[in-house]
C-alpha cells in the first residue's frame, strides 16, 4: 500500500510539473502532498481525510503533515487545480484509447435518504428530487454523469440535480475526444440536434440507444453495437458505485461535490497507474 501511495505521489507531482504549477517555497505541505492524502483517502479509507492524514503522518510520507482544519482549508483553495489535474489525466488515457470508444451513463448520488429530506442542509428544492428509473427507487441529490472509455475508465463527468431529463448532461460535457471517435448511450440521451451537431463538427458519432418510437431507427448492426458497449459500461459504473461509500460526509454541498470529484479522480487514478 505505502509503494501504491508514492507512486500516487510521484504521478501528480509529474503532473503539477508538466503545467507549471509554482507554489511558495516556504510551506511545510506541498500541494502535490495534499491531493495525495485526499486521493489516497478516497481509495483506501472511503473518502475519511482524517483516517488518510493519520495514515500518511505515521508512514513518514508527510514529514510535516497540517492539523485537520488547515488541511481542509488548502484542500478548498486548490480545489480548481484538483479539477485541472484530473482533465490532466483525462487527455492522456484519451491519447492511449486506441480504439477511441466511449461511453456515457449516469448513476443517482445521494445526499440523505428520502425520510430526511425535510431537514437536509446541504441541498434543498425538488429539483434534486429524481428517479432512477432501472433501480426502481426515487432519490436525493444528484446524478453523476461520466464519460468513460471502452476499459472503463472515467474522462469526463459533470453533474445534474436528481430531477433533470439525462439530456441535458450532453449540454454540460465538453465531450473532447478525437474526430472518429464513437460514444455509446442510452435511449435517455437521445438529443438529434446534438447527434448531428457532433457528427458535422469533430466527425464523432454519438450512438444513442433508440426507443420504441423513434423517428430515426438505426441498423441492426449499430443497435447489436450499442447493446454490447452498454453491457460493459453498466459492469464499470456497478464498481465506481461500489468504489463510493454509502454515506459521503460533508459539511456543505460545496465539500460534498468535492469529495465526489476525488472519489472519480481516484477511481481513475487506481485503473491507470496502481
Known amino acids: 500500500m505505502i509503494n501504491k501511495c508514492i507512486a500516487i505521489y510521484v504521478f501528480i507531482d ?83 484509447n486506441i480504439s477511441s470508444e466511449y461511453s456515457i451513463d449516469s448513476f443517482p448520488v445521494h445526499t440523505c435518504d428520502n425520510i430526511r429530506i425535510g431537514n437536509s442542509k446541504l441541498i434543498q428544492g425538488e429539483v434534486y428530487r429524481g428517479k432512477k428509473v432501472s433501480m426502481r427507487r426515487y432519490f436525493y441529490g444528484y446524478n453523476i454523469h461520466l464519460l468513460c472509455t471502452a476499459d472503463g475508465i472515467p474522462v469526463e463527468y459533470t453533474f445534474l440535480p436528481g430531477s433533470r431529463h439525462d439530456s441535458n448532461a450532453l449540454k454540460q460535457m465538453p465531450l473532447l475526444v478525437p474526430p472518429g471517435s464513437k460514444i455509446y448511450a442510452d435511449s ?52 465506481i458505485s461500489n468504489f463510493l461509500p454509502k454515506k459521503i460526509h460533508a459539511v456543505t454541498e460545496f465539500g460534498f461535490l468535492l469529495k465526489v470529484v476525488l472519489f472519480i479522480f481516484g477511481y481513475a487514478i487506481s485503473r491507470t497507474i496502481i
Open 14 to 96: 509529474d503532473l503539477l510539473k508538466k503545467t507549471d504549477h509554482n507554489e511558495p517555497t516556504n510551506r511545510n505541505m506541498s500541494d502535490a502532498e495534499i491531493i495525495t492524502t485526499v486521493l489516497v483517502s478516497a481509495i483506501y479509507f472511503s473518502g475519511h481525510h482524517e483516517k488518510a492524514i493519520s495514515f500518511m503522518s505515521s508512514t513518514g510520507m508527510v514529514t510535516h503533515m497540517l492539523s485537520k482544519s488547515r488541511f481542509n482549508r488548502r484542500l478548498h483553495q486548490i480545489r480548481e487545480l484538483i479539477v485541472d489535474l484530473f482533465f490532466q489525466l483525462s487527455a492522456l488515457i484519451k491519447e492511449l
Open 188 to 239: 435517455a440521451y437521445t438529443n438529434y440536434h446534438i447527434e448531428q451537431m457532433l457528427k458535422d463538427a469533430e466527425n464523432i458519432d454519438l450512438l444513442v440507444q433508440r426507443k420504441s418510437n423513434s423517428t430515426q431507427k438505426h441498423e441492426p448492426y449499430v443497435d447489436y453495437l450499442i447493446s454490447s458497449m452498454r453491457k460493459r459500461i453498466e459492469s464499470t459504473f456497478s464498481e
